[in-house]
Every structure is written in structure tokens, then in C-alpha cells.
């Protein structure tokens, strides 16, 4: 008889590829993560794992397990959840994942609410300028901004960010204003990586019209937070939030450059990993940003995309 506490530590040594690590993310000895495996590799009669003094892989078996390991543990997960959760208010912990900016800027004040509706229910919130994997990761939501992915995760539209181009009065006092968008190769552009690496284009839309400007960035950075704060403190030209820009720009700490040009609105998701019903504490944290998440409030709140 497998025992499931085994297969959860034994998909946390196959992701990470470490007992180490492992031990680490589960809050229990190395000795303990090892002799969980021993005893899974025993009940399976086969060896999951290749070790030796420099890394852990897996044996065909271990891929084959592994692939299938972590469907087994969201299900059981689930159900137990969906169980316990009947007929009673939310418990439990809940992990959400999601962007710096958009954990500092609006989760910071959406999850006071939320936790005071749900006072059973521990928030463990993860920031970070890469896109966290789910079901790795033991995420159970998280906050996508941008194009989705075709990941096979299921997501509810939460609303779309409007962003604006926009410098700083000392860098264009510095530099000039920009005559044209074309003339946008000669200036210091501060922007993101993209998905696979090389940085993102800017695309402008006017009417029919649409322009491609793709200029290597003088910054690079993964964090449209950190993107915001560079571009008023005078680094170069870059592409903000409209909720962020617009009180800086009504300020005077932003000059918004090329008003009559366009750029895409990006959409903001909240996303899961499976298509089964929700737990408790996982649907009211969609149904609370879903309410959330009104037009013309907070992250929504752009006077400038009228």
C-alpha cells in the first residue's frame, strides 16, 4: 500500500531535483525526505532515482511517476478540500502567487478585506518577477498580467491594464523630447525581458496605423515596479501602468509621451491549475478579486485611457 505522504516528498525531490532542497521546502530532516523515498522505491519495487555526489535525476521510472504524481496529489488535494469544505466557511492556507508591483501596489490592499472576510483562512503570498509554476511550486492561484500562456491552467479575467510612454522632466530636459516614435531607437529605453529572453517590442496602434519600434534597452529589468520607479528618477523613457503613471503625471514627475498613439491594454488573470472543482478557500479568493476588481478602482483607475 503506497503511502501518499510518501508521494508527496517524492514530488518535491523530483521538481527540485535535491533532497536538500526538498528537506528545505518541507520543513523536515534530510534523513526523514530520504527514508520517505526509501520506503516509495521499496512498495514500487524499482529505483526512482539516479544519486550521486552532484545532482539527483530521475530513472524512467521517476519521469514516469513523476509526470503523473502531482495530477494524483491535486486530486486528493481537492476532494479533501471540496470535502472539509462543505457547509463551512473557508480554512486553511492559501497560496497565491503574483508580480512585485502588483503584489505591492494592489494585493497589499485587496488581501486586508479578504482576510477579514475569511478570518480562518492564512495567506502565503509569493512575489516574483518570473512566473511561478503551479503545480511545482504548490501554488494554488496566482496573478497573471499579460498574454496567457498555453499552459493548460484555467484563468478568470480579472480586468485590463492600460499602460502609457512616459519619461521623466530631467531626462527630456537632458535629452530632448522625442520629435517622432521612430526617433525612440536614439533615446535610453527601460523595459522588460521578454518570454524567451530577448527584449520585448514596443507596438503603438493609431487608427489603422501601427508601429513596431525594437531597440535594444539600455535597462533591462524584470519588474515593472522597479521599471516605474527608474523612469521618474530619470533613467531613460519607459512603458508604465496607467494607475501608476497617472498621479506622477498629474504631478509633474511624468511627461506622457505621444498621447495620440495607443498601446495594447494587458490582461490580468487570475489563474489555477485545474479544470476540477475549486476548494473553498481557492473559490472565495476568486470570487473576492472577481468583485474586486471593478473598473475605475485601484489598478483600473486610469483617467488617462479615456
Known amino acids: 500500500m503506497l503511502d501518499l505522504n510518501d508521494l508527496r516528498v517524492f514530488e518535491k525531490v523530483a521538481s527540485l531535483r535535491s533532497f536538500a532542497a526538498a528537506s528545505r521546502a518541507l520543513e523536515m530532516p534530510k534523513s526523514t525526505v530520504s ?24 530513472t524512467e521510472a521517476g519521469l514516469l511517476l513523476q509526470e503523473r504524481c502531482a495530477d494524483i496529489l491535486s486530486r486528493v488535494n481537492e476532494t479533501v478540500d471540496h470535502i472539509s469544505g462543505l457547509g463551512a466557511a473557508p480554512r486553511g492556507t492559501l497560496r497565491i502567487s503574483a508580480g512585485i508591483g502588483f503584489g505591492v501596489n494592489v494585493l497589499s490592499e485587496q488581501l486586508p478585506e479578504f482576510v477579514r472576510l475569511f478570518p480562518d483562512v492564512n495567506i502565503k503570498l509569493e512575489l516574483s518577477g518570473q512566473s511561478a509554476d503551479l503545480i511545482g511550486d504548490g501554488i494554488d492561484a496566482a496573478i497573471h498580467v499579460g498574454p496567457m500562456p498555453d499552459s493548460g491552467l484555467i484563468a478568470f479575467k480579472l480586468g485590463s491594464l492600460s499602460r502609457h510612454l512616459c ?38 496602434r493609431r487608427g489603422g496605423e501601427t508601429l513596431t519600434i525594437n531597440a535594444h534597452p539600455r535597462i533591462c529589468v524584470n519588474d515593472a515596479l522597479t521599471i516605474h520607479r527608474l523612469v521618474v528618477n530619470g533613467a531613460g523613457i519607459g512603458i508604465i501602468s496607467g494607475y501608476l503613471c497617472a498621479p506622477d503625471i498629474a504631478a509633474g514627475r511624468l511627461v506622457r509621451l505621444f498621447p495620440e498613439w495607443r498601446l495594447d491594454a494587458l490582461e490580468v488573470n487570475v489563474v489555477f491549475p485545474s479544470r476540477r472543482e475549486l476548494s473553498p478557500v481557492v473559490r472565495a479568493f476568486v470570487d473576492f478579486m472577481r468583485d474586486a476588481s471593478k473598473p475605475g478602482a485601484l489598478w483600473q483607475d486610469d483617467p488617462l485611457s479615456g
Open 167 to 204: 519619461a521623466s522632466p530631467a531626462y527630456l530636459e537632458r535629452r530632448g523630447v522625442p520629435a517622432t516614435l521612430k526617433s525612440l531607437t536614439s533615446y535610453d529605453r527601460v523595459e522588460t525581458p521578454g518570454r524567451k529572453g530577448p527584449p520585448r517590442p514596443w507596438t503603438f
Open 35 to 58: 527514508r520517505s523515498v526509501g520506503r516509495l522505491e521499496s512498495a514500487l519495487a524499482t529505483r526512482l532515482f539516479q544519486r550521486n555526489t552532484r545532482e539527483v535525476g530521475l
